[in-house]
């Protein structure tokens, strides 16, 4: 962990780790890990309640145990860690609340010239959060540009990206606007595809859609309109399909580094299905983040998605919609 002050104190294991993993049950392991998950950007929880509520799972009634948040947080870094992978850290600032939930910060992209489009959030409570991650990446060298900001222009999450086989593939509904896809397409220069997500619940594409390798993701189709449910399940050659009973664990909202599955939740199926495909899953409980609608995923940033290498060039950009 790169802190960026001292009193993260030493991340201590608290995970517990799959006692195995058999190989022998399914076919051979795909050799096409997901490039991109080793680095990420969280920021520390300093200062993590819950002041309003802009999703079903916040209740001013049930606020999180700092004590317990910090462990649980400092618990994801170590597991981060211990997968191989790297986390920078940016404080909480005292009046954003919700901005431990470093992913929807922006959408970072590393390049001979990095960049990043900031998010412009959809409700006013988070747009607090954007002026810090802007400072931070800018002093990470990284070039700022926006699809909207202060409320003006078109809302975008970066919760609801994931660069995928070459695209950005996007939900928009209850957070990310429809357009701000073309936005990101044309401002990119990337091909975008995009899904109309429906259910209350799984806000963010991230609580119902999680890329695992180059051909298998975990996928919710409850989470979308059945045109958009059924162009993502096209999209996913080996698609994990999770009923929304399962994903309302939130146990899409995982971090991926190779082969090892970082997730806040795993029901028994799904577990099955990933140790027979090779994956290490690691369980860390993060059931005060929960309290604010978030996961191990909604925690975390991944800085090392790499334009060329994970999404490929488009020129002028290309949208398609299900
Ligand atoms: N309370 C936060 C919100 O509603 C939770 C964000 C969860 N983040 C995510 N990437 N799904 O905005």
Not at 275 to 304: H, M, Q, S, Y
Request: glycine share 10%.
């Amino acid at each position: 962990m790169n802190a960026g002050h001292t009193n993260a104190g030493s991340p201590k294991k608290r995970h517990a780790r799959s006692a195995s993993v058999d190989h022998s049950r399914g076919p051979a392991r795909s050799t096409g890990e997901l490039p991109w998950g080793r680095s990420y950007l969280m920021v520390e929880p300093n200062h993590f309640r819950v002041d309003y509520a802009i999703n079903p799972f916040m209740h001013l009634d049930d606020q999180p145990d700092p004590v317990r948040a910090r462990a649980q947080w400092l618990a994801v870094v170590a597991a981060i860690e211990a997968a191989g992978g790297r986390v920078e850290v940016l404080p909480q600032l005292p009046d954003a609340p919700d901005m431990v939930y470093a992913m929807n910060l922006g959408l970072a992209i590393d390049d001979e010239s990095p960049q990043v489009v900031l998010s412009h959030m959809r409700y006013p409570q988070r747009r607090v959060e954007t002026p810090a991650a802007d400072e931070w990446f800018a002093g990470h060298g990284f070039s700022r540009r926006s699809v909207g900001r202060d409320g003006v222009g078109a809302h975008f999450e970066a919760g609801d990206a994931f660069a995928w086989r070459g695209e950005l593939v996007l939900g928009y509904g209850p957070r990310t606007e429809e357009l701000a896809l073309k936005h990101l397409a044309v401002d990119l220069g990337v091909g975008v595809r995009g899904f109309r997500i429906t259910h209350p619940g799984m806000y963010h594409m991230d609580l119902s859609f999680c890329p695992l390798d180059e051909t298998r993701a975990m996928v919710c189709p409850a989470a979308y309109d059945d045109a958009s449910a059924a162009a993502l399940l096209a999209l996913v050659p080996d698609p994990l399909v999770l009923t929304e009973e399962e994903a309302l664990t939130f146990c899409a909202n995982s971090v991926v580094l190779g082969r090892t599955v970082v997730m806040p939740a795993c029901p028994d199926r799904v577990r099955v299905q990933l140790e027979r495909w090779g994956f290490e899953v690691v369980i860390v409980e993060v059931g005060e983040f929960l309290k604010g609608g978030g996961a191990i995923r909604c925690l975390t940033n991944p800085l090392d998605v790499r334009r060329g290498r994970d999404l490929a060039p488009v020129a002028g950009g290309s949208v398609v919609l299900a």
